[in-house]
C-alpha cells in the first residue's frame, strides 16, 4: 500500500514538473510612442519566465528602425552589444528570479523622422532543447523638434566636393571659436561609394553604415577653425551625379542649445556641370590677418578651388536639434582595439559593450595597448573580476573570429610595456603590448619605427 502510494505521489510530481509550457512565458515591451527628433527615451522590457534557469539571450532586431541606436540601462546581469541594427542581451545562467527586467536607450538622429519599428525574440534552453519567443513589436513615430535655439550658433561648417581623377575630395571646414570639448563630424554617404580619410585634423575616423564620421573626444581650444577631407568613390568606378547631407555636433553645440549640432549645408555634384559655386566662411580664425580686406580674400582662397566639370550648389545653413546623448554615444565609437590567446561564441561582426570603455585619452597616431584576453564569446566585467581580480576599464572588437580585449593607451611603448609588467599579478594568459596608427593595428616593430621608440624587453 505504501509502495502504491509513493509511485503515485512520483507520478504527480512528473506530471507537474511537465506542466511547463512555453505559451507560460508572457513579455512585455513598452516605451513612448512618439519621439522627437535626436530625442532619447527609456523602453522597458520584462520577461515573466517562470523559475527556470540556464543560457538565454534577447535579440532586439532594428532594420525597421535604422538610424537608431539604443544602449543598455539595466541588464540583469546579462552582457550588451549593439551593431549592425541588432542588439543583444546575452545570459549564460538567467537570473533565478520569476521575472527578468530590462531597460534600454533609444536615440534617434537629426537625419531621421516617421514610423519605426523594434522586433525580437527571446531564446533559451529548456531540458536541453532550444525554444525561442516572439517579443512583442516597440512602434513609435519620430516627429520634428518643435522648438530650435532661439540663438544663432556660434559654429559654421561648410562643405565642398572636387571631382578628382576617378574619385571626388570631400572638405568641410568649421569655425568653431575658442571652445573645447567633444565633437563629431557625421556625413551621409551617397549610394553605392565608399570613404577613406585624407586629413582627419586630430579626429578618429570611421567609414560605417553608410556614414563618413570624423570624432574628437577634445577638440583643444587653441584650434578655432580646421578643415577635414574624405575622398569617395563609387564601387563600379562610375561617375554619377550626388548629393551629401551631414552635421556638426559638439559638446559647446549643446551648451547653445542645439542638442543635435547644426546641419551642414548640403552638397551637390552635378556631372557634366561647369558650374562651380561654394559658401563663404566668415570669422575663420585659422590665420591672424589685420586687414578686414585682406581677411576675406584669404578666406575666399581656402574655401574654392578651380576645377572643371563639377558644381557645388549649396543652400543657406540650418539648424536640427538632437540629444546631448546622441552626441556623447558617437564618441565611444573612438574605443578601438584588435589577436588571439585563449576560448571564453558569438555572431557579431563588432562588439562594443557599452558599459567597458577606456577613458585613456586616444592618440590619433601610433599608440599602444595591452591585449589581456582573446576568446570566442562575450565575457563582462563580472567575469573578469572573478577570474582575474580585474576590475579595470577594458575594450573589446572581433577580429577573425576571436572576440579581443585590451586595456589602456599609451603614446610610449615602455609606457604599455610598464603596464603590461604591473597586469602580471592578475594571472592573464600570456599579455601582451599591442600598436596602432590611427586606430588601424599595426606591428609593434613597424610602430617602433613610425614614432621613433626604442624597444625595451
Known sequence: ???????????????????????????????????????????????NKMDFSGPGRLKLNLSEAEGITIVEKESDGASFTFNNNEGLFIWYDLPNSKNIEITYLVTTNSLLKGMQKITGTFSFINENQRKQIKVPMYIFEVAKEQNLASIPPSVKSVRSIEKVKDYYVVKIHTTKGKHKGFARIKDKLPQNYLAEAIETDGAVFKN????????????????????????????????????????????????????????????????????????????????????????????????????????????????????????????????????????????????????????????????????????????????????????????????????????????????????????????????FVTAYNNGERITVQEALIVSKQSWIQ
Open 1 to 47: 500500500m505504501i509502495k502504491s502510494i509513493l509511485i503515485l505521489i512520483n507520478l504527480s510530481a512528473i506530471m507537474l514538473f511537465s506542466i511547463f509550457n512555453i505559451d507560460d512565458i508572457s513579455i512585455t515591451h513598452k516605451g513612448n510612442s512618439t519621439l522627437v527628433i535626436g530625442d532619447t527615451t527609456e523602453v522597458k522590457i520584462t520577461i
Open 208 to 431: 560605417i553604415d553608410g556614414y563618413a564620421k570624423f570624432i574628437w573626444s577634445d577638440l583643444p581650444e587653441e584650434l578655432e577653425s580646421f578643415t577635414v577631407t574624405y575622398k569617395i568613390k563609387h564601387i563600379n568606378n562610375i561617375d554619377t551625379s550626388f548629393s551629401i547631407i551631414g552635421e556638426y555636433a559638439s559638446e559647446h553645440l549643446i551648451k547653445e542649445g542645439y542638442k543635435s549640432g547644426i546641419e551642414i549645408p548640403i552638397s551637390h555634384y552635378l556631372k557634366d556641370s561647369e558650374e562651380f559655386t561654394y559658401n563663404k566662411l566668415e570669422n575663420d580664425t585659422t590665420k591672424l590677418i589685420i586687414n578686414e580686406e585682406n581677411n576675406q580674400e584669404e578666406i575666399t582662397k581656402e574655401e574654392t578651388s578651380s576645377t572643371e566639370n563639377n558644381s557645388i550648389i549649396q543652400t543657406p545653413i540650418e539648424t536640427i536639434a538632437i540629444n546631448e546623448d546622441s552626441v556623447e554615444n558617437a564618441i565611444e565609437e573612438i574605443a578601438v582595439s584588435e589577436e588571439e590567446t585563449k576560448p571564453l561564441e558569438t555572431e557579431e561582426e563588432e562588439i562594443l559593450v557599452d558599459n567597458i570603455h577606456n577613458n585613456d585619452k586616444v592618440n590619433t597616431q601610433i599608440n599602444y595597448k595591452v591585449q589581456i584576453l582573446a576568446a570566442h564569446r562575450i565575457a563582462g566585467k563580472e567575469y573578469f573580476s572573478r577570474s582575474f581580480k580585474f576590475n579595470g576599464n577594458f575594450n573589446l572588437e572581433n577580429h577573425e573570429g576571436w572576440v579581443k580585449y585590451t586595456t589602456g593607451s599609451f603614446d610610449k611603448y615602455k609606457s604599455a610595456r610598464d603596464k603590461r609588467n604591473n597586469l602580471s599579478t592578475h594571472k592573464f594568459p600570456g599579455p
